[in-house]
């Protein structure tokens, strides 16, 4: 069987499976179910055309992998086959972990598990499956590997990973502000002693990124309307947990109802093999079609949040520069009551606050290294001339609250 086939991406053209390990990968059914799972989540809510998957970006990124890796070879930096494809396969499988909705429902279907640690577990699976063959992505993938610049392509302030999925959720959404030079940030990677670092004639392309980043928040992921959505979904799953643990029967999925069922922590992944497997039958299916059951439900907060979500009749939100005080909501709770006809604690599902927060570089940490003509490496923010990479350091937090429409207003 030929295995070194062609695909065609709307945004980068052809892209090339290189291998017969990296097609079997992308053929296992952990990888094909992240066709089944949204980018954005509920985001196409605001952008309609924001439909693509975690299964597209997963494959531009590899793609990203490759070319930044010819890149650097170029510049004298070797790099051996292994880890050539090792570091495009931890790229490829750095969202294989992810659930249903994407970021939305992670901390909602079970407790204190990051869908990183998922995506180790399932990789870990993967690793037996291939009899060891991806001993060197899990290293790189978990920053064990000697030479780091190839855990910071996969994972950091200028990794691969951002590179593709803001010129991919720009596509997408026509937000066009939020495109980027990838190419010629790519051009501009070099290495300095085993770390990634971006050349000096580079520094206003990281600027012009920094920046897509930032608008990009606030535009597309941070977006009031798709905040409300996902705030709404959240406590849709929520409920849904609550009253099927109290004993009533809802119609789900076999994988989700074992997710309703019980509050599933890393202690029951780690003694139950076969929960990962379950988990690896969720997608975004799983959830919109018990949603479809649940709008005619008996229960009033289920029926009607399934209701609102699938008709798009969404909470109003408003945001703030200070907490929403207790004051105004126990007394949107009281009208809620009246409005929906329900009792103080279902109340509370129609009225949520919390924070948002954007930092577009973060200067601590696994900071963007520019390496100067003379040899030095500094940090971004101190080899820029420009004030605006300073300022983008800054964390911007705003507080939202979230109630029916005709009680917000």
């Not at 064990?144 to 200028?158: A, C, D, E, N, T």
């Not at 502000?177 to 990634?196: D, F, P, Q, T």
């Not at 018990?290 to 229960?299: G, N, R, T, Y």
Request: aromatic letters at 10%.
């Amino acid at each position: 069987m030929n295995k070194k086939k062609i695909l065609n991406d709307p945004v980068y053209g052809f892209i090339n499976i290189p291998n017969d390990l990296i097609f079997d990968i992308i053929e296992h059914r952990y990888f094909q179910r992240l066709r089944r799972i949204k980018q954005l989540g509920l985001t196409d809510l605001v952008y309609p055309g924001a439909l693509h998957t975690r299964f597209h970006h997963a494959l531009g990124a590899m793609d990203l992998m490759r070319r930044a890796l010819n890149a650097l070879q170029e510049k004298g930096v070797e790099i051996s086959d292994k880890e050539r494809q090792s570091s495009m396969l931890a790229i490829l499988l750095h969202d294989v972990g992810h659930g249903p909705f994407s970021h939305t429902l992670e901390f909602s279907l079970f407790k204190g598990v990051h869908h990183e640690q998922v995506g180790l577990w399932m990789m870990d699976r993967l690793n037996k499956e291939f009899d060891g063959a991806l001993d060197m992505t899990i290293e790189i993938f978990r920053n064990k590997y000697q030479r780091p610049f190839f855990h910071q392509l996969v994972s950091s302030q200028l990794d691969i990973d951002r590179l593709d999925y803001l010129k991919r959720d720009s596509f997408f959404t026509g937000v066009y502000e939020g495109a980027i030079g990838s190419e010629r940030i790519i051009k501009m990677l070099n290495v300095a002693s085993e770390h990634l670092v971006v050349e000096e004639k580079g520094i206003y392309s990281i600027e012009n990124f920094l920046s897509a980043r930032r608008l990009m928040y606030w535009q597309v992921y941070l977006h009031k309307t798709a905040v409300s959505a996902e705030v709404m979904l959240i406590e849709l799953i929520k409920r849904a947990k609550t009253l099927t643990q109290q004993g009533e029967q809802l119609e789900a999925t076999p994988a989700l109802k074992i997710f309703l069922e019980r509050n599933i922590t890393d202690k029951d992944f780690a003694e139950d093999p076969d929960i990962l497997e379950v988990y690896a039958h969720l997608d975004d299916s799983d959830i919109w079609g018990s949603i479809k059951f649940w709008q005619d439900h008996d229960d009033k907060v289920l029926r009607t949040l399934s209701k609102m979500i699938l008709d798009r009749k969404l909470l109003g939100i408003s945001f703030s520069n200070e907490p929403t005080g207790r004051i105004v909501t126990d007394d949107l709770i009281q009208k809620v009551k009246d409005l929906y006809g329900v009792n103080d604690e279902e109340a509370g599902y129609f009225i949520k606050t919390g924070s948002v927060s954007n930092s577009a570089y973060i200067a601590s940490g696994q900071s963007i290294k520019i390496l100067r003509k003379n040899g030095s490496v500094v940090d971004v923010a101190d080899a820029s001339d420009l004030p605006n990479i300073k300022a983008m350091s800054k964390i911007v937090t705003k507080y939202y609250l979230c109630a029916p429409k005709e009680l917000l207003n």
